[in-house]
């Protein structure tokens, strides 16, 4: 993607703060503020603390084998984490950096991009990682049900800083889903980054409700994470039932609403999943 300039505010400190441009994930617990009547006020830092290291050593893992090969995509993979919120940046590198490295690599003439599914491939990486994150948020002993949104476009992240247009839309839309439902902002869902097999990508055309608080649409079209893409049973089983157990016991008035469209939210994700996995076998199947 032939991306403008890096813009960079000078502080008073003398520090510098750079953006760049790439997807950028913004999520938070369902239901944390009284999550402190429900278990230890140790478990629920314990869990805390957990996350933010599975976020980092995700964000290791990923930027770690992109480099090894001179191909790889990406400027950065960057997690933050305050209490429950994380925040998760995603930049690509510039479209012809991009397109060297494949060509130093043997893949210039296989592999192709253009500024649409450069993209693509940052929101699609980003959902990858949101989905390590959010299954290991629903083990035991502190299950937590998060939800969030992925927008696209220019941001930066440094020290305490989180700047620029793609975090205020993903700050705006992190708390629309009215439920356990991580979904693409405008910026992300128009890109072609779902438009391949789930084995690739774990995100999904489907509705999501929306908060009556936040939105006057009560549903949007978008594409949305499949938290369990890939996931068999009892590993899969299990998390949908931590899911549940997060909303707590006996849930009512909006808390049990969020509880029925996550329930909702799953079972279209696993349709999903499934109608792909079915029209593979049989496109496989043809002579």
Avoid at 179 to 198: C, D, K, N, T
Avoid at 212 to 240: E, N, S, Y
Avoid at 243 to 271: H, R
Wanted: glycine residues 8%; hydrophobic residues 45%; contains cysteine.
């Amino acid at each position: 993607m032939q991306y403008p300039d890096s813009m960079a505010s000078g502080r008073r400190d003398g520090t510098q703060l750079e953006t760049r441009v790439g997807a950028v994930a913004m999520i938070d617990a369902l239901g944390f503020r009284g999550i402190w009547s429900r278990y230890p006020d140790e478990d629920v830092v314990e869990k805390l603390r957990s996350l933010a290291e599975v976020a980092a050593s995700e964000a290791r893992a990923l930027q770690e084998g992109a480099r090894s090969h001179g191909g790889n995509l990406l400027e950065f993979v960057q997690p933050m984490a305050l209490s429950d919120t994380v925040v998760l940046g995603v930049a690509t590198k510039p479209l012809d950096a991009v397109a060297r490295g494949l060509q130093a690599e043997g893949w210039g003439e296989i592999i192709k991009f253009d500024d649409a599914t450069l993209a693509g491939e940052a929101v699609r990486l980003c959902a990858e990682l949101l989905g390590a994150l959010v299954r290991r948020a629903l083990e035991e002993p502190v299950p937590l049900a998060y939800r969030g949104a992925i927008a696209f476009g220019r941001f930066g992240m440094a020290d305490r800083f989180i700047v620029g247009p793609a975090i205020d839309e993903a700050a705006e839309w992190m708390e629309r889903p009215e439920g356990a439902i991580v979904m693409l902002a405008p910026s992300a869902a128009q890109y072609p980054q779902a438009q391949v097999p789930s084995a690739a990508s774990n995100l999904f055309h489907t509705e999501v409700p929306m908060s009556p608080k936040r939105c006057q649409a009560p549903m949007v079209q978008t594409w949305a994470l499949a938290p369990f893409a890939g996931i068999h049973d009892p590993l899969r089983r299990q998390l949908h039932e931590n899911c549940v157990a997060s909303f707590g016991q006996s849930p009512t008035g909006s808390i049990a609403q969020k509880l029925a469209n996550t329930q909702a939210f799953l079972a279209a994700a696993d349709l999903a999943e499934s109608s792909l996995l079915r029209s593979l076998l049989e496109q496989a199947r043809r002579p």
